[in-house]
């Protein structure tokens, strides 16, 4: 009687056992990720959610990473002119979206960027951070330009030795996936975030939303300077103050005019574009830092693009956000 009792008493209480927030994380793609769900009773557990994300990671690297030889992206790097290869049709997919970057930026996003990277001292083949000989600038820049790139069919070419670099993309594109498949495991409120980049649906088990802290672009320490509630929005921030280093007085970033060959040379040091696409939002914030910070806010507001642009200015930063970011951050 009395163990039938417990048995029933441990019944009820596993019946009232409300959601709970999982959390869990790890190393990828040189940096890291991190999810935080809300389970639901029956729900799954964080071993076999954190499988499923870190699956997803680990194709992800396997197609895009420019740092290990075998990767679908250094095969194609590897090709000489004149060669195709196919591709799968999610890596096609981001190949047109970059085109199109491309084309709306009038090529200054490119993701031929490669053997600038490398030459600047940014990329997985390059010796050291340095401002090249401009002889050897001249010969990388020959190795650069999105119109060398097209797709036939199932197949991406090129009419010239071009290199791809998908570093603008890929972690939104991750965070899209591991969005769509968190959804398909019965997971409604999450938050899920890829080097940096990140997606938040739903609610806290509390009710009260996720809250996202954007910080200031600096380098010494992280200090929020607006903290925002987001629901069905992807996150994400490029700035120039993480990858950089400092030549005779001089500070060279890792984002790159892929026009000019070299990094971007203005005030603007990060922007924010939040976008229901986590990747749209990746490339967008990349696109937008690129511009600068003139050239960048005309073509957010054209594009009604939610972006918030952090300029540098005398005594500190002065953030200008867009009038669709404001509206998404009040949840219009």
């Known amino acids: ?35 935080q769900y809300v389970r639901e009773p029956g729900g799954p557990a964080p071993a076999q959610v954190q499988a499923a994300v870190e699956t997803i990671l680990h194709e992800v690297d396997r197609h895009y990473s420019t740092y290990r ?19 799968p049709a999610d890596m096609l997919a981001l190949i047109t979206l970059g085109q199109h970057l491309a084309e709306q930026s009038n090529g200054a996003f490119d993701l031929t960027v490669e053997p600038l990277l490398d030459l600047w001292g940014f ?15 001249a010969q990388a ?24 670099d998908f570093n603008s993309i890929a972690a939104g594109h991750a965070v899209d ?20 980049e990140l997606k938040a649906i739903g609610r806290k088990p509390d009710g009260s939303p996720w809250r996202i802290a954007l910080e200031l672009p600096r ?22 103050y993480r990858h ?25 040091a990060a922007v924010t574009v939040l976008d229901a696409s986590a990747l749209l939002a990746d490339g967008y914030s990349t696109l937008l830092l690129i511009l600068g910070p003139e050239r960048g806010w005309d073509f957010a507001v054209a594009h009604d693009l939610a ?22 951050v009040k949840g219009e």
Do not use: W
């Open 307 to 328: 972006a918030v642009l952090v300029t540098r200015a005398e005594g500190g930063f002065v953030s200008r956000p867009t009038p669709a970011f404001e509206r998404a």
């Open 69 to 87: 030889g075998d990767s679908t992206v250094s095969q194609f790097n590897q090709l000489p002119a004149n060669r195709c290869l196919t591709l």
């Open 244 to 268: 950089y280093f400092e030549e005779n007085g001089r500070r060279y970033s890792h984002t790159f005019d892929a026009r000019l060959g070299r990094p971007v040379a203005h005030d603007l």
């Open 141 to 164: 820049h020959q190795r650069v330009g999105y119109q060398h790139l097209r797709i036939e069919g199932q197949a991406l070419c090129k009419d010239a030795p071009v290199q791809l």
């Open 123 to 137: 990329g997985p083949q390059a010796r050291h951070e340095q401002v090249p000989d401009p002889q050897e600038l």
């Open 1 to 35: 009687m009395r163990t039938a009792f417990l048995f029933i008493l441990m019944l009820l209480t596993a019946c009232h056992q409300g959601p709970t927030l999982e959390r869990f994380g790890g190393p990828t793609m040189g940096s890291s990720y991190s999810i």
């Open 219 to 240: 380098e010494d320490r992280q200090i929020a300077r607006q903290i925002f509630p987001v629901n069905g929005l992807g996150v994400s921030t490029s700035g120039d």
């Open 177 to 196: 996936l591991i969005a769509e498949r968190l959804r398909a495991m019965g997971v409604v409120s999450f938050v899920a975030e890829v080097t940096g």
